[in-house]
């Protein structure tokens, strides 16, 4: 019993009624983020803000110097 053309447009109008035409990219941005995330957390590829910025700070250091 799987899912037909029908109850994919229905299920598309629901959630078009629900969230409104404004909403729904961010709905759905929001979604493939979530999604993102939890692929890289299964992987284990979690990113530590903390070196980003360290990162960022220490290249920013170094173009300054070479000006």
């Known amino acids: 019993m799987g899912l037909s053309l029908g109850h994919i447009i229905v299920l598309l ?4 009624v629900l969230f409104g035409a404004g ?6 941005g929001d979604l493939g983020k979530g999604l993102r995330n939890f692929k890289n957390g299964l992987n284990g590829l979690e990113e530590d803000k903390e070196t980003k910025t360290i990162t960022a700070a ?3 250091d170094d173009s ?3 000006a």
């Open 58 to 60: 220490k290249k920013d």
């Open 13 to 16: 109008l629901i959630v078009f």
């Open 23 to 28: 909403k729904l990219p961010h709905v759905m």
């Open 64 to 66: 300054s110097k070479a």
